[in-house]
């Protein structure tokens, strides 16, 4: 996949399809009767159905099939790990090389946006036949309040950030996912009917089940991110320039850059994509030397090959098999960061003015939140459909399933908008009083 060389922190790193090479790659298509692209598809966006469309020169009829089975098809068409699922899967594999669906998709929405297309109404003379109160505005929420909303339920997300997206806003570099395009996504859901209250942190004075016994709603959905860093475990984590890559990318986001790397020596530690995104988002916030350090082989890294082509495009280095030891510095401040191989015999120090630690990220204390259940790894647990130890309490996304995609966690909030849908026809709930908020 190409790339674009850039300086800027908001450019974006990969070129989109114009019409022209749109319509040839579509034509590339098999036309599979069994579709497995649409089959690899964890959302249920239906890559068979509107790559067809836009074979037959229809991109508006692709991008309705697009936004309607997945409200937040235009980031997913950027950040969707796409090798992994539908191109895997297409039969053109068994022939060259699979259809670029993740481009295909991108290139539809963005045909949404040009003829100004509003794909997603709120149904006329919806019957109010519950409330519904989302925990956090992140991907699982969005997905789950546009299918409740399509289906005639009242949604209210409540945020303790100033904006909507959860990671997507806050947690993944704009040159993989521009800002406008998120605003684009959540647009059609706002579109919809879906309600926000911003500023509003559940679990500081009022819990989830709180909602429900003091609010008025009907049920509640959590889908709060993992908004805590992961430790390393090693000395030297509490020096000054050893930041978490939860941090350190939400300051750049909501700064444009991280200015404080201009001209420095920056190490940042993991080999998923989120490190990725640190190492670039140094890189592009005008640090001199940026060095990526995983502690297994480039093979076993869970970053996309494209995320680290565009990592190397950028003249960042990455040093395999090899695990931080320790993080040393005069007074306070970091100046190296010391490694131990793979083999347990080979070592080595890196000079640096930052440390970043991308090697994962947990759950808040989800007590505050609600008395649900929790997993091991103070994540909620879950049953199928998102559903909780506690009734009317339902989770999906990150928060229970300790962190994966972002079209994981879009199928998991449509699987759990199913779910409190049957739970509240069985309940039988009676026309809803608009909730108290």
């Known amino acids: 996949m190409s790339k674009v060389k ?18 040839e790659e579509a034509a590339r298509c098999l036309l599979c009767h069994d579709a497995p692209c649409s ?134 570099t704009p040159a993989r996912l521009p800002q406008y395009v998120v605003d684009q996504d959540i647009a059609a859901v706002k579109g919809l009917g ?67 790397m201009k001209d420095k020596t920056v190490v940042v530690v993991g080999g998923g994509d989120v490190a990725m995104d640190c190492a670039t988002t140094a890189k592009l916030s005008g640090a001199a030397k940026v060095a990526i350090w995983y502690r297994r082989s480039v093979e076993e890294a869970p970053a996309s090959m494209d995320e680290i082509r565009y990592a190397h495009d950028l003249g960042i280095t990455i040093t395999t098999e090899f695990a931080p030891k320790a993080f040393t510095g005069k007074g306070k401040k970091v100046e190296y960061a010391e490694f131990t191989g793979r083999d347990k ?37 879950v049953r199928k459909g998102g559903k909780t130890n506690l009734p009317g309490i339902f989770a999906a996304g990150d928060i229970a399933n300790g962190g994966k995609t972002v079209v994981e966690a879009v199928a998991e909030g449509k699987e759990a908008a199913a779910s409190i849908i049957t739970y509240l026809k069985k309940k039988a709930v009676k026309p809803a009083k608009k909730a108290v908020k």
């Not at 300086?7 to 749109?22: I, K, L, M, N, Q």
């Not at 699922?85 to 669906?101: F, K, M, N, V, W």
């Not at 090693?234 to 939400?250: I, N």
Request: charged residues 25%; aromatic residues 8%.
């Open 345 to 381: 015999k080979s070592s080595a120090t890196a000079a640096c003015d930052f440390v970043v630690l991308a090697i994962g990220q947990t759950a808040e204390d989800m007590s505050k939140i609600t008395g649900a259940s929790l997993s091991g790894k103070g994540c909620i647990a």
């Open 194 to 260: 879906v309600e926000f209250e911003f500023g509003t942190e559940i679990g500081k004075k009022i819990t989830a089940q709180d909602l429900i016994e003091q609010k008025g709603y009907d049920a509640v959905f959590i889908g709060a991110g993992l908004w805590q860093g992961r430790s390393a475990g090693v000395p030297g984590e509490d020096l000054k320039g050893v930041l978490t890559a939860v941090d350190f990318l939400k300051e750049a986001r909501t700064k444009g850059g991280y200015a404080a």
């Open 39 to 172: 089959e690899g598809c964890p959302a249920g966006t239906d890559p068979g159905k509107f790559i067809r469309s836009i074979r037959f020169r229809n991109p508006k009829g692709a991008a309705e099939t697009i936004r309607e089975n997945n409200v937040l098809g235009g980031v997913c068409a950027r950040v969707c790990p796409y090798d992994r699922l539908c191109e895997e899967a297409c039969s053109r594999t068994g022939i060259d090389r699979p259809i670029e669906i993740g481009k295909l998709q991108r290139y539809a929405v963005e045909q949404e946006k040009a003829f100004r297309m509003k794909v997603l109404k709120a149904p006329r003379g919806r019957k109010n036949q519950g409330a519904v109160a989302c925990v956090g505005a992140g991907p699982a929420s969005l997905a789950l309040a546009a299918e409740l909303a399509k289906a005639g339920y009242r949604v209210t997300i409540f945020e303790k950030e100033k904006k909507a997206g959860g990671v997507l806003t806050y947690g993944i």
């Open 6 to 23: 850039t300086g800027s922190y908001t450019s974006e790193a990969v070129r989109g399809f114009d019409h022209r090479t749109a319509m």
